[in-house]
């Protein structure tokens, strides 16, 4: 890597540091959920983001409020990066009422429509053309929002990624395409199953979008790509695809270890952690540690107490078992 | 307006109402647009309504109804058109996993309130993999309103209520019937979801049909009436919401059910309907439920062998004469 800057040009000081505690809140609910997990209170599956939170902090600091995201299976952090308290999320993986999704969801569904988050998909690529809708919803309003799609590189080989793409590219719709590049499918190396080195941003010409690779645990240049990509949207220059490079903490899934993947590279990201790389920049802004320390013990403070929150919430309702089906809040079918 | 039109002209009647009234709905499918459809459902509203109303796709089945989501999801009502029914297979992630799950694994967050349009149904000889009834294929899914009108004023009627429903609607038009003709929609024309028509009373046998196993049913009570049996005919214009009150209230005036469907015997929606009766009206029935459906192989393309694939009219007959003299 060259030598750091403070990215002031991007992000000043003051933002930094609240990105930093932004991302460290994100580090330590995924943490509680990983242990939450193994302790029994939080059943089914999860797929932590721990080591992708500046994917998703950069692009939210670049993006206006009544902009929409629609992430993945793997979206705990941004639901929190658009403003879900990881009180709701902890609480809808620990299966309580008070969950964002009233424990209808789960870990794989984490939604907060109010701030624009519209959802978390579980079966791969799926949601890209649903991105792909909002923003031409957003233009047939001429409402200026762009709409944003975060996949994994594993989603590139399935068919709805290139329908998105396609389409998105002929409608010139206000629509990012970013790919959290972690270099896995999944269990398997994302090389060993696609022809091109760079599995989005390779595929990108081919539908005439322009695309860009970036260090996506640099939470300084994610948020300069997703602004610059934002504005040529907002702007009527339609689609852009982003291959954010980042690296997951923890496996794919549960209590997956990880072990297919080689101890020297697993040492090499970890020392580009996304937490660390802000911490070296903050440092070059002047930040002083102690601020920087507080920050963290904030964020140490806000993940504690959503736990115990979480944990104290009552269950779900029987009752909602059976709401929500159709829009006037119930679930009749027949006379 | 003319006094009577076909079931095409009805189709793009009641798209035409509905674009008119409310400019948060839009168009979207493969040849829709200038081409006016390849069945020419659509015909006129290009010239009408222009290029950000009715929107022209590529083939590409998933990104139609993705995109029509993710805008239904965003604050308009989007019309999705999927060509032919048969290629719902293609983008059946959509229709299985995403449109009818996402407000209740949302908690209710989020309202999709989109109408996806096929052309559904056989009797064209288009071979197995255009002709086929697969109303029972999102009959399997809850979180689906499904509407499949059987003559014009209903198709507008129909669009009517599914355009302006909260919840996502699949409806089917069935090309069988596209050339017939009925009489034009009242001005306003509204026919809720889930409310079935008696389209002939009787009270000897009650044919419960659905779309183009409507006609076939009047067809075979005309002949029915010839031997002196009584048979009312109920269309239930949807199968979700599913009107059962109206099919219960028929058998029992007439103690006997025929169900005409014509997707296959084995998983058809025909299977639903006759197991509510025989749980709840088990004591209004003098005979055996019977079933006339689509035999349980793929739809070959000669007409003399669809004929004997799916319903039809003598199979009724058959059925109804069956369970009278029973």
């Given amino acids: 890597m060259t030598a750091v800057d403070s990215g002031a040009a991007v992000v000043g000081a003051d933002e930094l540091l609240g990105l930093y505690e932004q991302m460290a809140v994100i580090r330590r609910t995924e943490k509680a959920a990983h242990d939450l997990f193994l302790a029994g209170l939080v059943k089914g599956t999860t797929h932590l983001a721990a080591g992708h939170e500046a994917v998703a902090v950069g692009a939210s600091a670049a993006l206006r409020p009544d902009d929409y995201v629609f992430a993945t299976y793997r979206g705990h952090h941004h639901a929190m990066a658009r403003g879900a ?36 998909y579980a079966i791969v690529g799926a949601h890209l053309p649903l991105a792909a809708g909002a923003a031409w919803s957003a233009r047939l309003r001429g409402s200026g929002q762009v709409a944003v799609a975060f996949f994994g590189d594993g989603a590139t080989n399935i068919g709805a990624f290139h329908e ?4 998105s590219a002929v409608w010139a719709l206000p629509v990012l395409f970013i790919c959290e590049n972690n270099l896995y499918m999944e269990y398997t190396p994302i090389g060993e199953v696609t022809a091109v080195a760079n599995p989005a941003a390779d595929r990108a010409p081919g539908y005439g979008i322009p695309a860009e ?29 982003i291959e954010a490079l980042t690296y997951r903490h923890f496996g794919h899934s549960r209590t997956d270890p990880g072990a297919y993947r080689p101890a020297e590279e697993v040492e090499r990201w970890m020392q580009r952690d996304p937490l660390e790389l802000a911490r070296a920049r903050l440092q070059v802004h002047g930040v002083p540690g102690e601020s920087v320390t507080a920050a963290d013990e904030r964020a140490a403070r806000i993940v504690a107490e959503a736990v115990a929150e979480a944990k104290a919430a009552p269950g779900p309702d029987p009752h909602d078992a059976f709401t929500d089906v159709w829009a006037d809040g119930g679930s009749a079918w027949r006379t | 307006m003319a006094d009577m039109i076909t079931y095409r002209e009805a189709v793009a009647e009641g ?35 222009g290029k950000e109303r009715v929107w022209d796709t590529p083939i590409s089945e998933q990104a139609i109804l993705g995109v029509a989501m993710g805008a239904a999801m965003t604050g308009m009502r989007p019309v999705a058109e999927i060509m032919f029914s048969d290629f719902f297979a293609c983008c059946w992630d959509y229709l299985a996993n995403e449109i009818p799950k996402m407000r209740y694994m949302t908690g209710g967050q989020v ?14 000889g288009f071979g197995a993999q255009h002709s086929q009834a697969v109303e029972n294929w999102t009959l399997a899914i ?27 609607v699949v409806f089917f038009e069935h090309k069988g019937l596209f050339a017939s003709k009925g009489p034009a929609a009242p001005e306003g024309h509204v026919v809720e979801l889930g409310k079935a028509a008696v389209a002939r009373e009787g009270s000897d046998v009650s044919l419960v049909a659905l779309a183009a196993t409507v006609p076939m049913a009047l067809a075979a009570a005309d002949l029915l009436a010839a031997d002196g049996i009584s048979a009312e005919v109920i269309d239930l214009r949807c199968l979700v919401p599913l009107d059962m009150a109206t099919v219960l209230a028929s058998v029992g005036r007439t103690s006997r059910l025929v169900i005409v469907e014509e997707n296959p015997f084995q998983g058809g929606w025909g299977g639903t309907v006759a197991s509510i009766v025989a749980d709840e009206g088990f004591e209004l029935l003098d005979a055996p439920i019977r079933r006339v459906a689509a035999a349980c192989v793929p739809l070959p393309f000669a007409d003399a062998l669809e004929q004997l694939v799916i319903p039809t009219v003598d199979g009724v007959v058959k059925a109804a004469r069956t369970l009278v003299a029973y």
């Fill in chain 2, 142 to 168: 809850p979180g689906l309103k499904i509407a499949a009108p059987s003559n014009p004023a209903d198709v507008v009627g129909l669009m009517a209520a599914a355009i302006r429903s909260d919840d996502p």
């Fill in chain 1, 164 to 167: 998105a793409l396609n389409l």
């Fill in chain 1, 85 to 120: 308290t990881p009180a709701e999320c902890l609480a809808e993986l620990m299966s309580k009422g008070t969950g964002l999704c009233k424990a209808k969801g789960g870990s794989m569904h984490l939604t907060k429509a109010s701030a624009g988050m519209l959802g978390s």
């Fill in chain 2, 15 to 49: 798209l035409a109402r509905e674009l008119r009234r409310d400019s948060s709905v839009v168009c979207l499918g493969e040849d829709i647009g200038a081409a006016g459809g390849v069945f020419k459902t659509t015909s006129g509203l290009f010239a009408e309504f």
């Fill in chain 2, 111 to 124: 309202t999709v309130p989109l109408v996806v349009r096929t052309a559904n149904g056989g009797g064209l």
């Fill in chain 1, 213 to 241: 690779v970036i260090d996506g645990n640099d939470v300084v240049v994610v948020k300069d790509a997703v602004h610059r990509a934002a504005e040529l949207a907002r702007s009527g220059g339609g689609p852009t695809v």
